[in-house]
């Protein structure tokens, strides 16, 4: 009998959502690790699951019982309240074998669960509410909680991955920066001690031993690039012996299996999940070795020399969303003219033309403090959704070393690739996929289509106090920054503290020009500052104080008040930029009234951001016309026009990346299996 929620459900996308249930094992295989094989995903069953995959979590009042069930898990509280910390610890051993057999059966989570609240209380003083009980019932569910920011996510992921650890599943606690895995890793294995379990943390600098140890503990708290290269090292190291009976036939022949450093994919809680899955999905993850064909360190500086002397818009066309460049006939033949009598790569016009594009785009794309930093003499790529360093990344096809010869670093050997893989694919191969974000209700039917999960909205601990001082944009950055700056005094008169988002390293060092020629006192936190991030994120609730940050802030940070902050009205933010994705904005906006404080907000922008001027050019040009020789911002039905304008465009462009890149992959393993030998 079909409930009245699936009557409105196309029949499609029921049966659709049927076979997405049986996926689990269906993608099961059998190796040495613990993980899903891979699987295409048909183009009609995507686009359906993607519009329908939203509703169909909304429909199904799943809230309703996750409300139950923490109330079975109320009713197991007084059980443990009265025992030792022996005692305590003993009742978690005895759970093992009952989640070993019998999974994760409602009231044996209950029983958990209300065993974490207990020894959390007792560690940390804190006692889970009934809202992060919820998101931790979500995520043993396989699903993922949205939960507003400052409804306390690290104590969230706790139940559900003490839960999942003593049933026996390795547990990946997967973030966005070493330094939130490290902290939270640290803050919560008092618990983790407790009650038996061993927790570990993956480092970027860390050897391999010190993985491995990582890996072997019961829960792991690591990077999503982190864990992912180490699969693809292990993937190496196996090659084609990662079936269970290829593995038996190398024991049989005397074969003795690699050292591994994971113990296989079972159970991974995302935090940040939309950044990750969504965001970084377009970002391949490469391992690459030597090149056996290296180009001399003069070709790219002659690639340089050559893009320098080719013309915009008549040689070449450059897309400034993405940095592709096409060259014109007539730029072609500018080239070939240019290269007469040189050889190597020079001779073939393909090999010309793919150095060249790449220098143009060197040249006029990628940006010192926006893009990349140099720091001792190394070009570092920046993370364009965290704003920190992305360590140990590099440019593939001669990029990385057409930029160190442009900022005059040491050029760094090409490399070929050895092994890669998206994070739409490593994620899909975890046996069990869960998290949670502040903001991930806008993708949930994109994830509910590649990854087969889906989305949850719990509800807040508290109403929420926080207020919007409204949205400001400017015709130019000049008058914005005016703005901006009297608006930082403004607060800081009132004693408030003031949190300033900026999108790139430039513009927040701009900012802190101008307010020291203001005379206000200020901290600076981007890329160049990020080793201490910790301190600055520490003081950054003080009263009076202003900290002026790149996305850096915007996410999985905690800004605490300090005295008399709360009653002279809380954190204040200012984005002086939109983002591509007004999911990060809402991030931003999320470091003030948080669990249910008091906050405000405001956002301050111009018509000559880079967001309007690349996304909306046809709008701001007459948006401009409109506001000659005017110092009032746009009225504010037109400014929000704008912004949905802009950030839509920019999150359609990014959607046909990542689908673009999901096709390419499954383009390319089919090519593979075709061209297999038997």
Not at 253 to 272: H, K, Q, S, T
Not at 657 to 677: C, E, G, V, Y
Request: charged share 25%; aromatic share 6%.
């Amino acid at each position: 009998m079909v409930s009245a929620d699936e009557a409105v459900v196309p029949v499609a996308v029921r049966s659709l959502m049927a076979r997405t249930a049986d996926r689990d094992e269906a993608w099961r295989s059998r190796s040495p690790y613990a993980e899903r094989g891979d699987v295409k995903i048909a183009p009609l069953d995507f686009a359906l699951t993607r519009t329908f995959g939203g509703l169909l979590s909304r429909l199904e009042n799943y809230a309703g019982k996750l409300a139950r069930r923490v109330k079975l898990a109320d009713a197991c509280a007084a059980s443990f309240a009265g025992l030792s910390d022996e005692e305590l610890a003993a009742a978690a051993r005895q759970l093992r074998g009952p989640l070993l057999r019998h999974g994760f059966r409602q009231d044996l989570v209950a029983q958990s669960f209300a065993l974490v609240r207990e020894a959390t209380f007792r560690q940390l003083g804190l006692r889970h509410h009934a809202v992060q009980l919820m998101g931790a019932w979500t995520m043993i569910d396989g699903r993922f909680a949205e939960m507003q920011t400052g409804e306390g996510k690290t104590l969230t992921a706790l139940p559900a991955a003490i839960t999942a650890a003593l049933s026996g599943r390795p547990v990946h606690v997967i973030t966005v920066n070493d330094y939130l895995a490290a902290r939270d890793a640290e803050e919560l294995e008092p618990i983790y001690r407790a009650l038996g379990l061993t927790v570990g943390v993956i480092q970027h600098d860390d050897e391999p031993e010190q993985r491995r140890a990582a890996y072997a503990c019961d829960v792991t708290y690591g990077v999503n690039k982190e864990i992912a290269f180490d699969y693809l090292r292990d993937g190496l190291k196996l090659g084609d012996r990662r079936s269970h009976a290829s593995r038996m036939a190398g024991k049989l022949g005397g074969v003795d299996m690699p050292p591994l450093l994971l113990r296989g994919l079972n159970f991974a809680i995302v935090d940040e999940a939309d950044s990750i899955l969504i965001d970084e999905a377009r970002t391949p993850l490469i391992i690459a070795g030597a090149d056996d064909n290296p180009l001399p360190n003069a070709i790219f500086a002659q690639a340089l020399g050559f893009a320098e002397k080719l013309k915009p818009k008549i040689d070449f066309l450059i897309s400034g969303n993405a940095g592709h460049v096409e060259l014109t006939a007539a730029g072609s033949a500018s080239l070939k003219t240019l290269c007469q009598g040189l050889s190597g790569p020079w001779e073939a016009r393909r090999a010309r033309e793919e150095l060249v594009n790449y220098a143009l785009a060197a040249l006029h794309h990628y940006k010192i403090d926006q893009h990349y930093v140099v720091v001792d003499g190394k070009v570092e790529i920046i993370d364009e959704f965290t704003g920190r360093i992305a360590e140990g990344r590099s440019w593939q096809h001669g990029l990385h070393q057409l930029i160190e010869t442009k900022e005059k670093c040491e050029i760094t050997a090409r490399h070929q690739t050895q092994t890669s893989i998206t994070y739409q694919r490593f994620f899909r191969r975890y046996l069990h996929l869960c998290g949670m974000s502040g903001t991930i209700s806008e993708v949930a039917g994109e994830l509910r289509a590649v990854y087969g999960v889906s989305v949850v909205r719990i509800p807040t601990h508290r109403p929420s106090r926080r207020s919007s001082r409204g949205t400001r944009v400017f015709r130019t950055s000049e008058q914005k920054w005016a703005a901006v700056v009297e608006s930082v005094r403004a607060g800081h008169r009132e004693g408030r503290p003031t949190l300033i988002g900026t999108r790139a390293i430039e513009t927040s060092e701009l900012l802190s020009r101008l307010l020291d020629k203001a005379g206000v006192a200020h901290v600076v936190l981007n890329a160049h500052h990020d080793r201490d991030e910790a301190a600055i994120i520490a003081e950054a609730g003080r009263a009076g104080r202003v900290t002026v940050a790149t996305n850096m802030a915007g996410r999985g940070t905690d800004i605490k008040l300090g005295p008399g902050v709360e009653a002279a009205g809380g954190l204040h933010v200012m984005l002086t930029e939109f983002h591509e994705s007004a999911r990060i904005d809402r991030q931003l906006i999320g470091r003030g009234g948080r669990q249910g404080q008091p906050g405000t907000y405001e956002v301050i922008a111009a018509l000559d951001d880079e967001l309007p001027s690349i996304f909306a050019p046809a709008l701001t040009r007459l948006l401009k016309r409109m506001l000659a020789g005017e110092e009032a911002p746009l009225p504010k039905a037109l400014a929000h026009i704008l912004q949905l304008s802009a950030q839509n465009r920019a999150q359609r462009l990014q959607y046909r990346i990542r689908q673009q890149t999901l096709r390419l992959q499954d383009q390319r393993d089919s090519m593979l299996a075709f061209a297999r030998p038997d």
